[in-house]
């Protein structure tokens, strides 16, 4: 089994196992908002992000 054999099996089972979308994983929060970037760019107004 060569490497992008084996990466492209670990991100499906990741998929797999994680379905939950970034929206429902980052609570609606200032405070989240400002200490998780991912979350600040999907979930949180630009404006809001600390």
């Known amino acids: 089994m060569n490497l ?4 492209t099996a670990l ?3 990741v998929a797999i196992a994680n379905p939950t979308p ?3 994983r980052c ?7 400002s200490a998780n970037s991912e979350c ?9 992000c600390g």
């Not at 992008?4 to 990466?7: Q, R």
């Not at 609570?27 to 908002?33: E, I």
């Not at 600040?40 to 809001?48: E, F, H, L, N």
């Open 4 to 7: 992008f054999t084996i990466v």
């Open 40 to 48: 600040c760019s999907t979930v949180c107004s630009g404006g809001s």
């Open 27 to 33: 609570k609606f929060t200032a405070d989240s908002c």
């Open 11 to 13: 991100l499906v089972s």
């Open 22 to 24: 970034l929206e429902k």
